[in-house]
């Protein structure tokens, strides 16, 4: 429902213009440093045309750089380039050559390079022939050496600026031919995307690049003209280093998109939400890249809306804090989590970061948001927006027409067959039923969906080509049989006496009340005996599970109010001296609620009385302490509940359930408890009062007060009154006859405000 939400406000928002298609993000090598990608935006399907533009350029490369160098000419402009140092060398060792011999001496070439060999009669002399001339003869040799040595050493700085002369022509010749070779493929790069200026640049610093290392086009030339395998590792990687800067990584691709985009993101951790740095083994070592950059919910949500699941964003603390984090930046860039952390990860990049122009929306319960916004100082600053979602809506007509149109749109997305009308109206009956409210509409669609998918399996299973109520009903009925095992259980135990619980017949201080169980995401009701004694005293409601501790702060509360209500009913002109216990019979876990609450004032009552109740009614209410019946919960499964133990034991026509007045809107019951209803099988009444209620559970009237202020004799409320004033009255003389210094209690509790023991009479 967010997400048809959303899609109304694009609407409303492409209507005014405003809703143009988000842009793509590129990651793109840098030349400065190859650790921290740049990152382009460009117009929503640019992305993938600027991929495949470079692919091209780099093949066109290829081929061109690889023919120009292959070419005539230059081979030609090189030879010459060779040749004219070739010579320049011959002609500077000659000249050394000529200089030595006028010495005396000649050049020999080693590969330890230039030696200098002494001549005797134009022939060298040998070292140990050397040794034998005459001393003088050799010192005069040496002499002449020394200097000849600097000129050696002259002429060889002269080789070196030859050669180093000639390599810088070389590189000139191979730049101009590259620049020559390049011009047309980065021309017609350039031509494509003229009116992308950020690309441009990135061309032109492209080509800089490419010439600069056009050795490596040469070399995958010479490849493809005659095979040479690669031993070399750093050849390898030499390559890949002048390849990646024509790898496009499109790190957000809307080239197929019309709108801005709304994304859905379930699980949010870290790598989904803020995308991830992946890398590749090789050489022995884990490496990475801008091509290894992948995007995540968040990145490819820039332009649009993001929907996050609070509770699973915060099992995830490190996606917490960084959302937190790049929501306020405003900017966002693929993170190593570990790196995050504090902690040492193998070679990483820093992207530049993305720019953010989202909006996020966050779901989730309101004590998660009564929680965040009490112990979260940033939650408030983050999420400036709070919008409740009901979930119920009105039953409009309106609201019907926008059911009908999700049921059919569910339909076309799960490929599901089509409803006919009575299928539409059983699904609208259900959700109604949800929200246990005649006038309302659920607007849990995840569980309705859940319901279509079902009753179209139905459907196929019959061989139906539309699904009709029944095949709705089915997958009703098979939902309830999937977890109605305990429910089963408890009935059988209550028809063969295990829990003991009468639904026929007339019992005094005896009601059956009645309790929801809840068993997952489903729900039922059960009857329990709630039994009530009452007896001389001054203890007043003893509610004996709270005395065992099985009683909740509810229960406790609707327990204290129906003693109000005795008070003010019944103790106006005399104190109320009567004990009463009450008790839910065989129950053994803690009891919670006030809605037992008039079902133990009937007790009570009856047990005052001594007017018998008909157990084969059963009761469901709250009480305030005016007397008036209030509104509960769970009304429907209460009466199917117990619908069902009477129709496991048997109907007699005279069962049923009394229920408040409040709750008639809510009753969405069961087609079979309708039908029994109808067929005075069955019966459900409808009090807004205690007197009401009593007159019906025991056929009694309640009496109302004559001129004279006294009830009639028959009435409930005189029996109770009489019943009460015997009651002050035996106090009265247990009083006198124990003596005016101690209050004893007949329960054997002292009253009198200390702790010693009770007067002995």
């Not at 190859?34 to 045309?49: M, S």
């Not at 290894?292 to 332009?303: P, T, Y």
Request: hydrophobic fraction near 35%; proline fraction near 4%; aromatic fraction near 8%.
């Amino acid at each position: 429902i967010i997400k048809a939400h959303l899609e109304g406000v694009i609407e409303e928002r492409r209507e005014r213009g405003e809703a143009s298609v988000p842009s793509d993000w590129c990651y793109i090598h840098n030349f400065d440093d190859g650790d921290q990608p740049k990152i382009l935006r460009l117009p929503a399907g640019e992305g993938r045309r600027f991929k495949s533009g470079l692919e091209r350029l780099r093949e066109d490369l290829r081929r061109e750089v690889g023919n120009a160098f292959s070419g005539d000419e230059f081979e030609t402009q090189r030879k010459a380039i060779a040749e004219e140092n070739q010579a320049g060398q011959r002609a500077l060792f000659q000249r050394l050559e000529q200089e030595a011999r006028a010495q005396g001496f000649t050049v020999q070439f080693s590969p330890a390079g230039m030696g200098l060999l002494p001549l005797k009669d134009g022939r060298p002399v040998s070292p140990e022939d050397f040794l034998q001339l005459p001393e003088t003869e050799r010192r005069e040799f040496e002499s002449r050496r020394e200097g000849l040595m600097r000129r050696v050493e002259s002429t060889m700085d002269e080789v070196r600026a030859l050669e180093h002369e000639t390599s810088q022509r070389l590189a000139d010749l191979s730049r101009q031919v590259a620049e020559f070779a390049t011009t047309g493929s980065f021309k017609r790069a350039a031509g494509a995307f003229s009116d992308l200026p950020q690309v441009i640049a990135f061309l032109d610093e492209l080509r800089a690049f490419a010439v600069e290392r056009v050795d490596v086009f040469r070399e995958k030339h010479d490849e493809q003209r005659g095979p040479e395998p690669l031993a070399d590792a750093a050849r390898v990687a030499r390559e890949r280093q002048v390849s990646l800067p024509f790898e496009v990584n499109v790190f957000v691709d809307n080239s197929g998109a019309d709108s801005p985009p709304i994304i859905i993101e379930g699980n949010p951790t870290f790598g989904n939400l803020f995308g991830k740095i992946d890398r590749r083994f090789v050489f022995g070592g884990y490496v990475t890249d801008h091509t290894l950059l992948k995007s995540g919910s968040i990145n490819r949500a820039n332009g649009g809306y993001l929907v996050l699941p609070m509770r699973q964003l915060l099992t995830n603390p490190l996606s917490w804090e960084t959302l937190k984090r790049v929501i306020k930046e405003r900017e966002v860039r693929p993170e190593d989590p570990a790196e995050v952390m504090g902690m040492v990860v193998p070679q990483s990049i820093k992207p530049e970061p993305m720019a953010l122009d989202l909006k996020v929306v966050v779901t989730g319960d309101g004590a998660l948001y009564n929680l965040l916004s009490a112990h979260d100082e940033d939650f408030w600053e983050t999420f400036k927006v709070k919008a409740d979602f009901d979930y119920q809506i009105s039953r409009t007509p309106e609201h019907l027409d926008a059911y009908a149109a999700f049921i059919c749109r569910v339909c076309n997305e799960n490929k599901l067959r089509h409803f006919e009308r009575t299928g539409v109206a059983k699904v609208v009956e259900y959700t109604a039923r949800l929200v246990a409210d005649q006038h309302k509409l659920s607007t849990r669609f995840g569980l309705v969906q859940d319901l279509l998918i079902e009753a179209d399996y139905w459907a196929r299973k019959e061989g139906a080509a539309l699904i009709a109520a029944p095949h709705v009903e089915k997958a009703l009925e098979q939902k309830v049989f999937r977890s109605n095992l305990l429910a089963e259980r408890i009935r059988d135990l209550i028809a063969e006496g295990t829990f003991m619980v009468d639904v026929s017949g007339e019992v005094v201080g005896q009601v059956n009340g009645l309790a929801v169980y809840d068993v997952g995401d489903y729900s039922f009701g059960r009857p329990s005996r709630i039994t009530a004694r009452t007896f001389l005293g001054r203890g007043g409601v003893v509610n004996i599970e709270r005395e065992a501790k099985l009683s909740g702060k509810t229960h406790d509360k609707g327990v204290l109010i129906l003693s109000g209500y005795l008070g003010w009913k019944y103790a106006q002109k005399q104190p109320l001296s009567m004990s009463a216990t009450i008790a839910f019979e065989q129950s053994y876990g803690e009891i919670d609620g006030d809605s037992a609450s008039s079902t133990e004032v009937y007790a009570i009552l009856s047990s005052l009385a001594d007017v018998p109740i008909k157990q084969g009614i059963a009761v469901t209410g709250s009480v305030n302490q005016k007397g008036e019946v209030q509104a509960i919960g769970g009304v429907n499964q209460k009466v199917e509940g117990f619908f069902d133990v009477c129709q496991a034991i048997g109907l007699t026509g005279d069962q049923g359930v009394l229920i408040p007045k409040q709750n008639v809107r809510n009753l969405m019951l069961r087609e079979d408890v309708v039908a029994a209803v109808e067929e005075g099988r069955f019966h459900v009444y409808a009090v807004d009062a205690i007197d009401q209620g009593i007159e019906i559970l025991t056929g009694v009237a309640f009496g109302q007060r004559d001129e004279q202020g006294k009830y009639p004799e028959s009435a409930i409320n005189h029996r109770v009154e009489q019943r009460l004033r015997e009651f002050a009255q035996a106090q009265r003389e247990l009083t006198r006859r124990n003596g005016a210094g101690a209050d004893e209690d007949p329960d054997g509790k002292d009253e009198s405000g200390d702790d010693s023991p009770p007067a002995k009479s």
